[in-house]
């Protein structure tokens, strides 16, 4: 198959690497192509810029729109996720009734609920925030294209070399906030790009597929559990004023539809992702675990 992947980033090069081994021919799209995974035909682009999008490749079978924000501000939402989805199904207009499938990578930041409730593709996608508000654009103007679109909303992505939550629990910065439990909900990158992989080569495929592992959980347990991986003590418990990086949301994702259409989970759990993420931070910073 010839894939295009716009927005060849952490999620998008997982992929495209994973597809290459696979034997497709797949085109990293970025503005800076370099360091594209070997084998992945690389493409100076920028999604927000017609003019670079002139040149696509031709006679592709599947796009898959993986770009990020680049920044939480409300102009970067926009830019990538509505502007950026616009300008890039212009450029591919010509071939639009050859294309077989178009996958997008959302996020689960589009549901509004904070009381701890399970949610599922059916429960109502209301966030009153800009991010939420640009990203339903974006998966409204993909599914009213004409092509068959599949979008998968992701949790919050953890993977190699991100190391935000290890290092704060390291350098005693984490908090626990006091009270009911706060519940979150995040999946591997590597299962981000094989269920990507998965959807594109599913014979018969949905619109909308929810992208968590299978243990929605308290934040707090995960940062007792990777400081007692590491010999630190547990990060205190504080109020919520207190608490340095307050939940953005309280909600359990329940990830059954991609379960059930036949995917596997690399990583279900926290503790199953987080193994090799410690043992390469650990290496990184063998002396501040032995102060520990």
């Known amino acids: 198959m010839r894939v295009l992947i716009a927005g060849c980033g952490y999620v998008g090069s997982a992929l495209a690497q994973e597809l290459v081994q696979a034997g497709h021919t797949v085109w990293g799209l970025r503005r800076d192509p370099q360091g594209l995974p070997e084998g992945v035909l690389p493409m100076a682009a920028d999604l927000t810029r017609p003019e670079t999008l002139q040149d696509l490749p ?13 920044g939480r501000k409300e102009e970067n939402y926009r830019a990538a996720y509505v502007d950026g989805v616009r300008c890039l199904l212009e450029a591919l207009e010509p071939q639009k009734t050859s294309l077989k499938r178009v996958l997008f990578t959302s996020s689960t930041s589009v549901y509004a609920q904070q009381d701890g409730s399970w949610i599922d593709e059916d429960s109502p996608a209301e966030a009153s925030g800009f991010t939420g508000a640009f990203l339903r654009e974006g998966e409204q103007i993909l599914w009213s294209w004409g092509v068959p679109a599949v979008v998968l909303r992701l949790a919050g992505i953890y993977g190699p070399g991100r190391f935000r939550l290890i290092e704060q629990v390291a350098r005693g910065e984490a908090r626990c906030p006091a009270g009911e439990a706060r519940y979150s909900n995040r999946i591997h990158r590597d299962d981000c790009a094989g ?12 619109p909308l597929y929810l992208g968590v592992d299978a243990a929605p959980v308290e934040l707090c347990e995960v940062q ?4 007692e991986q590491m010999g630190f003590p547990h990060p205190p418990v504080v109020s919520d004023d207190e608490a340095p990086h307050p939940l953005r949301g309280n909600k359990r994702c329940r990830g059954a539809r991609l379960l059930e259409s ?16 410690l043992q390469e931070w650990m290496q990184k910073n063998a002396a501040s675990v032995e102060r520990g």
């Not at 031709?58 to 680049?70: E, F, K, Q, R, T």
């Not at 269920?195 to 949905?206: E, G, I, K, R, S």
């Not at 759990?269 to 993420?277: A, L, R």
């Open 58 to 70: 031709a006679a592709l079978d599947i796009v898959v729109y993986a770009a990020s924000s680049g």
């Open 195 to 206: 269920a990507l992989h998965h959807l594109m080569m599913l014979p018969d495929v949905q």
């Open 224 to 227: 007792r559990w990777l400081a």
């Open 262 to 277: 036949g995917y596997t989970l690399r990583y279900p759990s926290y503790q199953d992702g987080y193994k090799g993420i």
